[in-house]
């Protein structure tokens, strides 16, 4: 069904649902209970969750087909970010213009930071990325404020042009919306002690999600992705056969930027505002991280570890050491002082400690990450397949 | 002409901290083939012991006996260092004032030490695998050791002052016949780059007139003839990688006084120190000095408000765009071996 053989159409399903009963699947615990801060179901976390889902994939297009490390694709989300702020300043606060422009102009950034990158290989590439992000974040901090408005980050305010709809600018900053659909617009539903939330924004960001997933499920079983695994697997070969690798190359870089620039693009359209600091050299080490934590070169791997991530850094970091007191109260005091004193450097502010911990772990142990991790488990337990055709062959 | 010597004397200290960083990594990446995400955490670790050393010459306790009364009332009881009770008023008020640069003592033994059983526990598995998984275990490592910093001194940066006998400037431009308080230059970013040549000088006269230099310098050429001759190379190895790891800890110990430590200021050096590395070219100990002080003069020149009206945003960029030139015309940088990792 749509090109996909039964397998991979099931994981689309699966996708499908986690993305569209996802409100319901991340607001497990009633408001009321102790638990509710465990709670993801926020349209503002969801939001996320899908965005540097569709970031994650398409670094997988690059790193995990080509096995080019990338170190610089937070640039590209940058520039998504500008000109989709851009878009909403001058013609329109309509989401489509703006999402069409950030992928268009992150793909041709992709193009010109591609083609010099990709002369050279292996750590020269990472470094030659790293540099070019770096240099883009430096500029944008400093001589191109005109256009990034430099540390205070792109915003909306009520003198913009807005070409299309100039006529609504009285009083307040215009939201964002889809033909009248606002974004920040949501439904509330009630539900014996249960309250869910459905937002029209992030019902837009899964849909779009939806559709860089499948694309990226067809490239992934294309010639084209097959390509790219040949010159992961040996690309001194694939040229002594005749072929030029440096288009496919190029052409997989260009698509994971314009994946990039979708995300920032969406990032903008959920809150109109772009700063420098996401073309940091460090928001390129966090994609990599989802990616390589999830399961680079697994289809599905990359929005897990996106998920997973940003989950952390959202709910993991906010238990505090009363919370843990809460938790151990009932054990004898000096274990509970004992325990809280154990666990307290992990959480909270300490999160990203935990994070680094076990990104060491899955690189030392679980290449695959944590899609390889969960059909090790199965397998175990006996109910895997003998081959799994998610799992890179290497 | 006075700003051309100012702006290279400027140079002179960022360029010294490039290079000695610069220097560490290659050494490790010409002896064991590994690429070290980790090494700018070393940098900062050491920087670290001086902030340790001299939170420790801080300790103190309340006097046992009061020395007058507060403003409330009650008896005072003043604070007493325990370097001071120990070693006298003096030597007490001495050591508190030299404790960055006797840091280096304590700093030395730390820092090989976290080299070895860096090496030994997790670096010597990653000898066959990819170099991405390489940069990408290092990566996480210098997460870890960065978050466990941060949980123990706090996210702020915490100022430690050298020596009192250094603080100030010298007046360069007297000497040379310009106008007093034209070229100004603090006291210890010379001494920090009389240091970082000291300490260069010294790598390299250990590589260059030991037995044991001498047999690294033949592993890092052929490794596999070394081992098969009997020489257990990967002991000298590894001891190469606690003295890299030495040599990073040393320039963030001096480097304290330019700049207060803060948990993440390893990182913002480790990017500019593999361009460095890469402009020198990867596995040259030579090359990656020269392109340390060449991109940190390179870098101050660049921030003169003459180049600046030229070409806006030059200060900024000046590094990568060097690096990406370097990288696209010679790729196996400046003084970079021909054959060595040039794909």
Not at chain 1, 65 to 93: D, I, R
Not at chain 2, 152 to 164: D, K, L
Not at chain 2, 224 to 229: M, P, Y
């Amino acid at each position: 069904m749509l090109g996909l053989n039964r397998r991979d159409f099931a994981m689309l399903l699966l996708v499908a649902a986690l993305a569209l009963f996802a409100p319901f699947i991340l607001n497990p615990f009633p408001t009321a209970s102790g638990l509710s801060q465990f709670n993801a179901g926020y349209p503002d976390l969801m939001q996320r969750f899908v965005i540097f889902g569709i970031f994650a994939i398409g670094f997988n297009i690059l790193f995990g087909l080509t096995g080019y490390l990338s170190f610089g694709h937070a640039a590209f989300l940058g520039v998504g970010s500008y000109s989709a702020v851009w878009m909403f300043k001058l013609l329109s606060m309509n989401v489509l213009p703006a999402l069409v422009l950030s992928v268009v102009i992150a793909g041709l950034f992709a193009l010109l930071i591609g083609y010099v990158s990709l002369r050279r290989s292996g750590i020269y590439f990472s470094i030659l990325t790293l540099a070019f992000a770096q240099m883009s974040f430096n500029l944008a901090y400093s001589v191109l404020t005109p256009i990034t408005n430099g540390e205070t980050g792109l915003q909306l305010a009520l003198d913009d042009p807005r070409i299309l709809d100039a006529a609504n600018t009285a009083g307040s900053v215009p939201v964002t919306s889809l033909f009248g659909l606002e974004m920040r617009s949501a439904v509330t539903l009630d539900l014996a002690g249960w309250s869910f939330t459905f937002s029209v924004g992030y019902y837009l960001c899964a849909l779009i999600m939806l559709v860089a997933f499948y694309i990226s499920v067809r490239l992934f079983r294309s010639p084209f992705g097959m390509m790219l695994r040949a010159i992961k697997t040996n690309q001194q070969r694939v040229n002594y056969t005749g072929l030029n690798s440096r288009p496919y190359t190029l052409a997989a870089f260009v698509i994971s930027g314009m994946y990039a620039g979708l995300a920032g693009g969406l990032l903008a359209c959920m809150d109109p505002l772009a700063g420098a600091d996401r073309m940091q050299w460090t928001a390129s080490g966090e994609v990599v991280l989802m990616t390589i934590l999830g399961g680079a070169g697994t289809l599905i791997g990359p929005v897990l570890g996106a998920g997973f991530i940003k989950y952390f850094e959202n709910i993991f970091s906010k238990i505090n050491d009363s919370i843990l007191h809460q938790w151990f109260s009932f054990l004898p005091d000096w274990m509970e002082n004992l325990l809280v004193n154990i666990f307290y450097p992990f959480v909270g502010k300490g999160w990203h400690l935990t994070l680094g911990i076990l990104f060491m772990l899955v690189v030392i142990f679980l290449p695959g990450g944590l899609v390889q991790g969960g059909q090790k488990i199965a397998r175990k337990l006996g109910f895997g397949k003998k081959s799994n055709s998610d799992t890179p062959a290497e | 002409m006075d700003a051309i010597i100012l702006q290279t004397l400027n140079g002179l200290d960022k360029g010294s901290a490039y290079a000695l960083i610069a220097l560490g990594l290659t050494l490790i990446f010409g002896t064991l083939g590994v690429v070290n995400f980790a090494h700018g955490a070393l940098f900062m670790l050491g920087a670290f012991c001086a902030v340790t050393v001299s939170k420790l010459f801080q300790l103190s306790h309340k006097a046992s006996e009061a020395t007058g009364v507060d403003f409330m009332g009650q008896p005072k009881f003043e604070d007493v260092l325990y370097v001071k009770e120990w070693f006298g008023n003096d030597l007490g008020a001495w050591l508190i004032d030299w404790s960055v640069p006797l840091s280096i003592l304590f700093a030395i033994p730390i820092m090989i030490g976290i080299g070895f059983i860096m090496e030994r526990g997790l670096i010597k598995h990653f000898y066959k695998r990819p170099h991405a998984d390489q940069i990408l275990v290092t990566f996480g490592l210098a997460i870890v050791l960065q978050e466990v910093v941060k949980y123990f001194y706090g996210a702020n940066p915490i100022p430690t002052p050298s020596p009192m006998a250094f603080r100030g400037s010298f007046d360069f431009g007297v000497m040379l016949g310009f106008d007093p308080n034209v070229i100004i230059y603090p006291y210890w970013r010379m001494v920090y780059f009389a240091f970082s040549l000291t300490l260069v000088g010294g790598v390299f006269a250990f590589l260059q007139f030991t037995t044991f230099g001498m047999v690294v310098r033949a592993g890092m050429a052929d490794r596999e003839t070394v081992g098969l001759l009997g020489i257990n190379i990967d002991k000298r190895f590894t001891i190469m990688f606690g003295i890299a790891a030495a040599v990073a800890g040393l320039a963030g110990v001096m480097y304290t006084p330019i700049n207060s430590p803060n948990y993440h200021m390893g990182m913002d050096f480790l990017v500019l120190s593999f361009v460095v590395v890469v402009v020198g070219g990867m596995g040259s100990l030579p090359g990656a000095v020269l392109a340390g002080f060449m991109l940190g003069i390179l870098e101050s020149f660049a921030s003169l408000n003459e180049v600046k009206d030229i070409i806006p945003g030059i200060d900024q960029i000046i590094i990568y765009v060097v690096a990406i030139i370097i990288l696209l015309t010679r790729p196996r940088g400046l003084m970079g071996r021909k054959g060595v990792m040039e794909e």
